[in-house]
Every structure is written in C-alpha cells, then in structure tokens.
C-alpha cells in the first residue's frame, strides 16, 4: 500500500501523527479607557426611579433631589448623555409639581370664595 501513497504524503500522515495538537491561545484586549460618566448614568437611574416612587411624599422628594444634583455634576463630565436626560427628566418633575402646586392653591382660593 505504500507504493500507492506517494511519499510526501504518507510523511505527512507520520508527521501529523507524532505532534499532538495544541490549543492556540486566546487574546482578549480589555480596554481601560473607559468613557463614562458615573454622575451622569446615576442620576439617570436615580431620576427614573424618582419617577416610580412619585407617590411616597418624603422618600420620592428626597430621590428625585438626588437624581436632580447627580445629573447636574454629570454635566460637567463627558459624556453628557445620561445627565442631560436625567436633568430632563427631573425638570419634567418640576413641572409636574408646580402644576399640582398651582391646581392645589387655584382649588383652595376657589373654595374660600
């Protein structure tokens, strides 16, 4: 039979035979440079949850102060993303209250009369 394999491959086929295969390494590059803005991405998620415990008078007023300072140092930081958008959020607030403000005063004066 080895007058039919020609001889190239049949060293070959002895040579493949004697090196075991070995795993080629694995090469992550992690890296540390990361551009994020902690302040920002916090106040974002504090805002949010601000916006979930509306409802509790004390605790949803002193979350949503929070969320409104940590987006305004994030400001100063880059990127920008996450704190322009708890800022909006938190004067989305602002709105709401002085809304409910406004109603709560309008109701009372009209009720006086």
Do not use: D, T
Not at 11 to 24: K, S, V
Not at 25 to 35: A, E, L, R, T
Not at 56 to 83: D, M, T, V
């Amino acid at each position: 039979m080895s007058e039919l394999v020609p001889r190239n491959q049949e060293q070959n086929q002895q040579h493949n035979q004697e090196q075991p295969i070995q795993a080629q390494p694995i090469i992550i590059n992690q890296n540390n440079n990361s551009n994020s803005n902690g302040m920002g991405v916090a106040g974002f998620i504090i805002s949010i949850i601000a916006y979930i415990l509306y409802c509790i008078p004390i605790i949803g007023h002193l979350i949503w102060i929070l969320g409104l300072i940590f987006s305004i140092i994030g400001l100063f930081k880059r990127p920008r993303g996450f704190a322009i958008a708890g800022v909006v959020i938190s004067l989305i607030w602002i709105a709401f209250y002085a809304m409910v403000l406004l109603g709560i005063i309008f109701l009372g004066a009209a009720a006086e009369q």
